[in-house]
């Protein structure tokens, strides 16, 4: 029983590095037969450590989606909470932006509803991370009523989905999220006497 859960774990380490590289080279959509054959195993193997695509892509992103929501705790006491928020959703477009598939996976996981959310997504990670961030800034009337991590969340995978194929996707995205804060009207909140808003 030891050897066989020795294999299990080598395969399960074997698997993960193949699918990143697949998955860096390919995006999201990486051939799921193609990772096995790489690794040198059956699909069957495959199957039982990454029961869906949405669990693959989950694994493989894991290390990220973590690091950005230890980020977002680290910003959750800061005073400014506007800036907090701000810093946090560049952090989370320059890796959607710049590590390829993440931001589909995201875009994924959004749509694939609430059953999925709650198991095999990376988004349900980074919602309850930066639901206080988000919360905080309402707070202080630092945020447009209403709006939501989710509404962030589906905006900043929608512009690194945009810039995706930018020579500078990071600093294009980056741009988008500035031009987004700001809004696209001249007579925007300062001119009209109405607070600066995210």
């Known amino acids: 029983m030891p050897a066989q859960r020795a294999d299990a ?11 990143e590289e697949a998955i860096a080279a390919h995006g999201a959509d990486a051939s799921m037969e193609q990772i096995a054959r790489t690794a040198g195993v059956g699909s069957a193997t495959v199957r039982r450590h990454f029961p869906s695509r949405h669990a ?8 990220r989606v973590e690091s950005l929501c230890a980020h977002a705790r680290d910003l959750t006491g800061r005073a400014d909470t506007r800036a907090a928020l701000l810093e946090w959703l ?10 390829r598939g993440l931001a589909v996976a995201l875009t994924r996981d959004r749509a694939a509803g609430p059953d999925v959310a709650h198991e ?3 988004s349900a990670q980074l919602t309850e991370a930066g639901e206080p961030l988000v919360r ?32 500078d996707p990071a600093a ?6 500035g031009l987004t804060v700001v809004g696209v009207s001249p007579l925007g909140g300062e001119r009209r006497g109405e607070p600066d808003d995210c």
Not at 9 to 19: G, P
Not at 93 to 98: C, N
Not at 148 to 163: E, K, Q, Y
């Open 9 to 19: 774990q080598r395969n399960y380490v074997r698997l993960l590095a193949v699918a």
């Open 56 to 63: 693959l892509l989950k694994a493989v992103f894991r290390e």
């Open 90 to 99: 560049s952090a989370v477009i320059a890796d959607a932006a710049t590590i």
């Open 120 to 122: 095999n997504c990376c």
């Open 136 to 167: 905080r800034a309402a707070d202080d009337g630092a945020l447009t009523p209403g709006v939501t991590i989710a509404d962030l969340l589906t905006l900043v995978t929608g512009i690194a989905l945009a810039t995706e194929h930018h020579p």
């Open 172 to 177: 294009e995205a980056d741009r988008l999220l």
